[in-house]
């Protein structure tokens, strides 16, 4: 690490201050300079998205702007949505315009982990906090709260390894390209299945977290493998489900993320006996609403933080735990709603009473503030700082021995 400036001060002349001062903005001197800003009436924030267009993301995006519009946040916070897609260039360019437009913050999800880096850096110099949501970046200014790192791609590959005894033909059902989240998951998952020579990934294709993008792709993969035994999947495995039933497949163990429709799937007698066994796991939504909190306590001065890689508990429920809700929030242990309340593709990690008690299922489908709600503080203990991850979020690190080990799951095959 640096040393301090007064040990700095040692140094012989000013250009070697000012040298080792360029180093240390370089190792977050800036983002500690952004986390002691003056505080304002009104802050301008960006909700920066990247990949649109499924249901994760746009309740991403509802939960930040229901707290938005949520006292007192409604007369602090002004706040700018841009969707740049999935090209690096066009979110490099809408991170460039947030900062010329002096945003004091930027909440976003991250194309590319090291492609952003650059505009990152200098976002940071100018003063502008950086929080990523879900996916991460490896530039040591910005913030990343997600939940990648707690194990989603291992816990459930290893599910499905014991779903198949140990052996059998399987599809991998990635996101988006390129992306932290798509890259950590696989690579978890991997790690698992290499150690199985009689588990045999027969196609592998991008579902970009989307139930109809992965019917379809998953349809294509079962023309030319009809005799899979099990799918891993990340966000989009109602889709798998669905292509199973459509071209009069058995149904096979699937591992996936947490839609509504896939919860009550794998509640669901009939489908159980038909073969269908899992766990719904991986991406909450939630991260952005949490991450937006924790920004708007750090622009407050409300809340220092001492690390940079947060991690969000990783939500686990098997089959046999599928507990429907019966009001619109998630109580006494819930955790999915009854069919026709929310659409198939609602993805319910969207709430946290603990952390995000403001929010209800008129903030996660239509970006409004629950009514009678005012923001709350942050438990003193929400943040939990996340292992490094060479290439997920960080850059000059190490991986951990142990960055693939199971615990929430056990071997059951050897």
């Known amino acids: 690490m640096m040393k301090s400036f007064k040990s700095v001060r040692r140094w012989v002349g000013a ?31 960006y909700l920066s998205l ?45 991170y460039e315009s947030m900062i010329a437009a002096n945003a004091d913050g930027v909440i976003s999800f991250p194309i590319s982990p090291t492609a952003l880096n650059r505009v990152v850096k200098r976002g940071c110099e100018k003063g502008t906090l950086f929080f990523m949501y879900d996916a991460t ?4 200014c910005a913030y990343n709260v997600s939940y990648i790192t707690a194990g989603f791609g291992e816990y459930t590959a290893q599910q499905l390894v014991n779903a198949l005894h140990g052996k059998g033909n399987i599809f991998l059902s990635r996101g988006v390209p390129g992306n932290s989240v798509d890259k950590r998951h696989t690579d978890g998952a991997m790690s698992v299945f290499n150690k199985y020579p ?30 899979v035994d099990g799918i891993w999947a990340q966000a989009g495995e109602n889709g798998a489900i669905k292509a199973l039933q459509a071209a009069g497949k ?16 794998l509640a669901n007698p009939d489908m159980r006996a038909q073969g269908l066994q899992g766990v719904s796991s991986g991406s909450p939504p939630a991260t952005a609403a949490f991450a937006f909190k924790l920004m708007m306590e750090v622009l407050q001065g409300k809340r220092k933080l001492e690390t940079h890689n947060i991690e969000y508990p990783l939500p686990w429920v098997p089959g046999d735990q599928v507990k429907l809700c019966t009001g619109d929030k998630p109580e006494n242990g819930c955790n999915a709603f009854p069919t026709g309340k929310v659409p198939e593709s609602f993805v319910t990690e ?30 003193g203990d929400a943040v939990v700082a996340a292992p490094d991850q060479p290439g997920i979020n960080c850059q000059k690190c190490a991986q951990r021995a142990d960055a693939y080990k199971l615990t929430k799951v056990s071997a059951t095959v050897k």
């Open 250 to 265: 058995k149904l096979v163990p699937v591992t996936g993320e947490n839609s509504n429709g896939f919860r009550l799937a």
């Open 137 to 140: 970046v490896t530039e040591p």
């Open 350 to 379: 969207v709430f946290n009473p603990r952390l995000l008690p403001e929010l209800s299922l008129r903030s996660a489908l239509n970006g409004e503030p629950t009514p009678g709600q005012t923001i709350q503080s942050l438990p």
């Open 15 to 45: 250009g070697a201050l000012l040298g080792a001062m360029a180093l240390a903005a370089h190792f977050g001197i800036n983002a500690a300079n952004a986390q002691s800003k003056p505080k304002k009436d009104k802050y301008l924030i």
């Open 50 to 94: 990247s990949y649109s267009g499924n249901a994760w993301q746009s309740e991403a995006a509802n939960v930040v702007k229901a707290l938005a519009k949520t006292p007192p946040y409604d007369k602090l916070v002004e706040l700018r949505e841009v969707i740049s897609g999935t090209d690096v260039q066009a979110q490099i360019s809408a």
């Open 198 to 227: 009689n588990i045999h990934v027969v196609a592998e294709y991008y579902g970009y977290w989307d139930d109809r993008t992965t019917q379809q792709e998953t349809a294509k993969a079962l023309a030319a493998h009809p005799d």
